[in-house]
């Protein structure tokens, strides 16, 4: 059996000053939300890819990153091709008059830049990814959103 090939990236959830997070919408393979955030290019650390993506997508052109949260891995297709992807995941928290789409230099497939309450999160029945997103900003404790829960 051969391994799949290795595809990093880095993710950031960006969080505005009253704990919603933007998610961003796609609509290949049937559609879904994600976090910003895409694959690591030859020699960038995962931490400047974070930066890079967030620019390239959310039009930010500075951001200061929390550390690594959590790292998720998953085999699925990108481009057409299954890989192995490898992903880790900072949180960012931004002023929401500062993102503007408009500025995207890299939106790729995003139809939808949307922010997210938790409570959104918990009863959304969207397609949402990484799966387990509201479990996650409870156990890491971001915010309101670990108090939102109790």
């Known amino acids: ?43 960038e650390s995962y931490e400047d890819a974070a930066r890079r993506e967030v620019c390239d997508e959310l039009g930010l052109h500075q951001v200061n990153l929390g550390p690594n949260i959590a790292t998720r891995s998953s085999d699925h297709h990108v481009g057409g091709a299954l890989v192995r992807q490898v992903e880790r995941y900072y949180a960012a928290r931004v002023d929401a008059n500062a993102i503007d789409p408009t500025n995207a230099s890299q939106p790729d497939q995003i139809t939808t830049w949307t922010w997210w309450t938790l409570a959104e999160l918990r009863t959304s029945d969207e397609t949402i990814y990484p799966k387990g997103l509201a479990e996650l900003l409870t156990t890491c404790g971001l915010g309101k959103f670990a108090r939102e829960v109790r």
């Open 1 to 43: 059996m051969t391994a799949l090939p290795l595809r990093e990236a880095a993710r950031v959830i960006v969080l505005d000053a009253d704990d919603r997070m933007m998610l961003l919408h796609y609509e290949e393979n049937g559609g879904f939300w994600a976090t910003p955030g895409g694959s690591l290019e030859p020699g």
